[in-house]
């Protein structure tokens, strides 16, 4: 039985649809989640997908425009769920806890899009039922954030001009301040493939 798993949530290819996309705190996502991917692998931990979908909004996550699928470059192997979720965290719409229980999964890694919404948020969960939870920042993604008080028309422009708007470095470090000490360790993905002690 897997007494750990790695849960990849939302690299998929609505997000590369949006022109934030050029401003992505991590370019190298796929190289990243590979990264941690084949390590996982390598120790037999399971590997979970999450794919995010809002069906009939016509929006980069409407399943009908072709956008919900992984990154090019990330695919799962036999044996290893794909999960497709309507809410920001992983558990509340799919199976995944039954998935880990079943499993007998108690530790859990973290890695994809966005940093701040869904990795944190499944984070949260993931921690309060009961399992011990690695967030991986940097295999996530964040991107600039507007002020609240900006207007949900705001251009690309708009949003990058405003000096309210917090940076990709801002956001990644209020995520760890939030996450470190309650809801899970922070790690890198240097440490968990062993780059670190080989001196890659």
């Known amino acids: 039985?897997?007494?750990?798993?790695?849960?990849?949530?939302?690299?998929?290819?609505?997000?590369?649809q949006r022109p934030m996309w050029a401003y992505a705190s991590q370019p190298d996502i796929v190289g990243q989640v590979d990264r941690l991917v084949g390590a996982a692998r390598g120790r037999g931990d399971l590997v979970v997908w999450v794919l995010h979908a809002e069906p009939g909004t016509g929006t980069v996550?409407?399943?009908?425009?072709?956008?919900?699928?992984?990154?090019?470059?990330?695919?799962?192997?036999?044996?290893?769920?794909?999960?497709?979720?309507?809410?920001?965290?992983?558990?509340?719409?799919?199976n995944l806890q039954q998935l880990l229980t079943l499993a007998g999964v108690r530790?859990?890694?973290?890695?994809?899009?966005?940093?701040?919404?869904?990795?944190?948020?499944?984070?949260?969960?993931?921690?309060?039922?009961?399992?011990?939870?690695?967030?991986?920042?940097?295999?996530?993604?964040?991107?600039?954030?507007?002020?609240?008080?900006?207007?949900a028309t705001a251009t690309l422009e708009e949003i990058l001009a405003d000096p309210r708007t917090l940076s990709n470095e801002e956001m990644i470090a209020r995520t760890e301040y939030a996450l470190s000490g309650r809801f899970a360790t922070i790690r890198t993905v240097a440490e968990l493939t062993g780059a670190v002690q080989a001196g890659v």
């Not at 039985?1 to 590369?16: H, P, Y």
């Not at 890695?111 to 009961?130: K, M, N, P, S």
């Not at 940097?138 to 991107?143: K, L, M, N, P, R």
């Open 1 to 16: 039985m897997n007494r750990a798993a790695l849960v990849v949530i939302d690299v998929q290819e609505s997000f590369r």
């Open 61 to 94: 996550f409407d399943p009908a425009l072709g956008h919900v699928r992984l990154i090019d470059g990330l695919s799962p192997v036999e044996g290893e769920p794909t999960l497709v979720k309507t809410s920001h965290n992983a558990f509340t719409t799919t």
């Open 107 to 151: 530790e859990v890694t973290v890695c994809g899009i966005r940093t701040e919404q869904c990795v944190e948020t499944t984070t949260r969960v993931g921690a309060d039922l009961g399992h011990e939870m690695t967030f991986v920042t940097d295999a996530t993604v964040t991107f600039p954030t507007p002020h609240r008080d900006l207007p």
